[in-house]
């Protein structure tokens, strides 16, 4: 990329699918960023064009998203009323139909879009976008599969960034469901290792993304 979007491109990349990239715009926006490196055009019918990881990196480069640390509140939704998967601590968060209708949505197309960037259309491995998007993939993961994130208490699931590099760490009080946790990372594609908190003595996950 030698020169950064036009205002006209910009809106295009801002109004990308949040999950799978997909892009909408008129034939020359999306030539352009394509030419750029900021899309590709899938080679099956429609033929729709997708963000690149450099996109997806210029699409946050004006919307970086922060993480809360543990036990703090945590937004269900953006204020623009994008899709966002729950990493645990949401208050007054949505649990009825629409919401879980609006996950599964969320997943598959994430399927969709390991599918299309993946080696031979594989789908049980994590893709570009969830490796610079972990604390989201790994929440959208286990929300998908109908776990519980954690509330205003502490019951439930919290998913949070960790110093390590393509790591979080899910944190879950009661140890069946944090065994549960776990056996759904490891299915939906992640390495996924138990550790002891040294202080609290409190059981937590590891999980990175698997690369084969």
């Given at each position: 990329?030698?020169?950064?979007?036009?205002?006209?491109?910009?809106r295009?990349?801002?109004?990308?699918?949040?999950?799978?990239?997909?892009?909408?715009?008129?034939?020359?926006?999306?030539?352009?960023?394509?030419?750029?490196?900021?899309?590709?055009?899938?080679?099956?019918p429609?033929?729709?064009?997708?963000l690149?990881?450099?996109?997806?990196?210029?699409?946050?480069?004006?919307?970086?998203?922060?993480?809360?640390?543990?036990?703090?509140?945590?937004?269900?939704?953006?204020?623009?009323?994008?899709?966002?998967?729950?990493?645990?601590?949401?208050?007054?968060?949505?649990?009825?139909?629409?919401?879980?209708?609006?996950?599964?949505?969320?997943?598959?197309?994430?399927?969709?879009?390991?599918?299309?960037?993946g080696?031979?259309?594989?789908?049980?491995?994590?893709?570009?976008?969830?490796?610079t998007?972990?604390?989201?993939?790994?929440?959208?993961?286990?929300?998908?599969?109908?776990?519980?994130?954690?509330?205003?208490?502490?019951?439930?699931?919290?998913?949070?960034?960790?110093?390590?590099?393509?790591?979080?760490?899910?944190?879950?009080p009661?140890?069946?469901?944090?065994?549960?946790?776990?056996?759904?990372l490891?299915?939906?594609?992640?390495?996924?290792?138990?550790?002891?908190?040294?202080?609290?003595?409190?059981?937590?996950?590891?999980?990175?993304?698997?690369r084969?």
């Amino acid at each position: 990329m030698t020169r950064p979007p036009t205002a006209a491109q910009r809106r295009v990349i801002d109004a990308a699918d949040p999950v799978t990239g997909r892009l909408r715009g008129t034939e020359s926006q999306l030539a352009a960023l394509v030419r750029h490196g900021l899309a590709f055009r899938h080679p099956r019918p429609p033929h729709d064009h997708f963000l690149t990881p450099a996109g997806h990196r210029a699409r946050e480069e004006a919307t970086v998203a922060t993480v809360p640390a543990p036990g703090a509140s945590a937004p269900a939704r953006e204020s623009s009323g994008v899709f966002t998967a729950r990493v645990g601590g949401e208050e007054a968060a949505d649990t009825g139909p629409a919401r879980v209708r609006e996950v599964h949505s969320a997943w598959q197309g994430l399927l969709e879009l390991r599918r299309m960037t993946g080696t031979g259309g594989a789908m049980d491995r994590p893709c570009a976008w969830e490796r610079t998007h972990l604390v989201q993939a790994a929440a959208l993961a286990l929300e998908a599969a109908g776990l519980r994130p954690a509330g205003a208490g502490p019951e439930g699931y919290r998913v949070r960034a960790t110093p390590q590099p393509e790591a979080v760490a899910v944190r879950e009080p009661d140890a069946t469901a944090l065994r549960e946790c776990a056996a759904t990372l490891e299915k939906a594609g992640w390495q996924v290792s138990e550790h002891t908190e040294p202080r609290t003595g409190a059981r937590y996950l590891l999980a990175s993304p698997r690369r084969s």
